[in-house]
């Protein structure tokens, strides 16, 4: 029984770490994305950088919605890249559960 919850005791930390290092990733791509899309960026490294850093994080609500709005920017100046940037989401992220 001691085994059980010192495994759950670990598993209840990486947990919280987990959510800080989502809660963090959030705080410091928020004003790189509002920034890209704001001056309507086109530089293709900035973007696909922040995607790439992104991408890690899309399990949290808030990462999701900053790498949905990027893609969003970036599909009108490269529209194949940022299909491969959804694809690349969907084999991560998405489940192959069926949804009600």
Excluded at 11 to 23: F, K
Excluded at 28 to 57: C, K, M, N
Excluded at 59 to 70: E, I, T
Aim: negative net charge; charged residues 25%.
């Amino acid at each position: 029984m001691n085994d059980v919850h010192t495994l759950v005791k670990s598993v209840n930390a990486l947990a919280r770490e987990l959510q800080g290092l989502q809660t963090t990733a959030v705080a410091e791509y928020t004003p790189v994305v509002e920034t890209l899309i704001a001056t309507g960026s086109r530089d293709v490294r900035q973007i696909e950088r922040t995607l790439d850093g992104l991408l890690d994080f899309c399990g949290h609500a808030p990462a999701l919605q900053l790498y949905r709005s990027l893609c969003r920017h970036y599909f009108d100046i490269d529209p194949v890249a940022t299909a491969s940037y959804v694809n690349a989401y969907r084999e991560m992220w998405d489940s192959d559960e069926v949804k009600p």
